[in-house]
């Protein structure tokens, strides 16, 4: 069945997450399922549930986190909750064929409805745990989300997250783009701009935003775990705790092929995409062969930032 077949309407979670993100490579989704698998395994570590306690797994794509909780406690039930009809259907059925679909509870949120009232169905104090992960990162209101979940909570439930940081990323961008135009300042100059950088920068920016305006109005690439940490204090979470990590790293990607068509989040396009797309011909010749010469002798660093939060409902 194919994503339009269940709503009628393009669904591009689940497009990216059941194929988009490695590039159609069935081993490089392998290698970043085991990877999301550590990622999870981390947010969950933070939790200790008792026997018959629920969990809210907010943003729950096709059920990573969620699957893994009912997995590793067999009393405790979830509650499955995000915006994709085909993603929920799928975390559905994987529970059932791991035949825990009593112990589980599917919410569709409605993705237009704000944040306020986001998790409406689910009533105050009506669940121990929140857990989640790279899912609030894409809601723009996160001070709304956060206090959202502490609603659901019961007083001395745990919420416990991990996200994604891609302001770095971001950032880096921004300061090449300035480094470029600021080379360009002097009029004439421009053509004197390594090729190279160019051809590099609006790789880049097709994939992260690379204008301070673009990145403060992108949910995803617009905070770090500075404003996770204030905005959990804001929402009166008590003995909040954050930690980042960071690794660098070879790429995921098992070669070349799948390295240009993959895409770190939904909104990039992907190496291949723009190559064909946006580049004359020598222009793609001169990037892909720089590129590629730094992939065969091992020389691509992949960085990765997560921000993990675990705190109290007080
Ligand atoms: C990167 S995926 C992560 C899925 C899953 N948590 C995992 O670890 O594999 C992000 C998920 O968040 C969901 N999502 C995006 N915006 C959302 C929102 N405003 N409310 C609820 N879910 C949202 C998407 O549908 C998608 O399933």
């Keep these: 069945m194919s994503e339009q077949d269940l709503t009628g309407a393009h669904d591009a979670w689940a497009e990216w997450l059941l194929r988009g993100r490695a590039g159609a490579s069935a ?20 939790l200790e549930p008792e026997p018959g306690q629920c969990l809210l797994d907010f943003g729950c794509g096709s059920g990573a986190l969620g699957l893994r909780a009912l997995q590793r406690w067999p009393d405790v039930r979830v509650v499955f909750a995000d915006t994709s009809p085909m993603l929920m259907r799928v975390a559905g059925e994987r529970a059932t064929a791991m035949g825990a679909a009593a112990r589980c509870r599917l919410l ?13 169905e689910l009533a105050d104090a009506s669940v121990d745990a929140v857990a989640t992960r790279s899912a609030l990162a894409y809601v723009a209101d996160k001070p709304a989300m956060l206090a959202e979940f502490r609603r659901v909570l019961r007083p001395g439930g745990v919420l416990s997250l991990g996200e994604p940081v891609f302001r770095d990323d971001a950032l880096a961008a921004c300061a090449q783009r300035r480094a470029l135009e600021e080379v360009a300042q002097p009029a004439g100059l421009a053509a004197q701009q390594p090729q190279l950088l160019r051809l590099l920068q609006r790789w880049r920016s097709q994939q992260f935003p690379d204008t301070e305006q673009e990145l403060a109005r992108s949910p995803h690439c617009n905070y770090s775990e500075r404003e996770l940490f204030a905005w959990a204090l804001q929402a009166r ?26 895409t770190p989040h939904p909104f990039a396009r992907s190496l291949r995409d723009v190559l064909d797309h946006d580049f004359a011909p020598e222009e793609r010749a001169l990037l892909e062969g720089v590129l ?6 091992g ?3 992949s960085v990765e930032r997560m921000v993990y939060v675990r705190a109290l409902r007080p």
């Design 27 to 46: 081993e490089h989704e392998a290698r970043i399922e085991a990877r999301v698998g550590l990622f999870v395994d981390r947010v969950l570590d933070a």
């Design 108 to 120: 569709r949120l409605d993705a237009d409805s704000g944040v306020a009232s986001a998790l409406r």
């Design 237 to 262: 979470f008590a003995q909040v705790h954050v930690e980042l990590h960071i690794d660098a790293g070879p790429s995921l990607a098992p070669d070349w092929e799948s390295f240009t068509r993959h």
């Design 292 to 297: 590629r010469e730094n992939w065969d002798r």
């Design 299 to 301: 020389a691509m660093v």
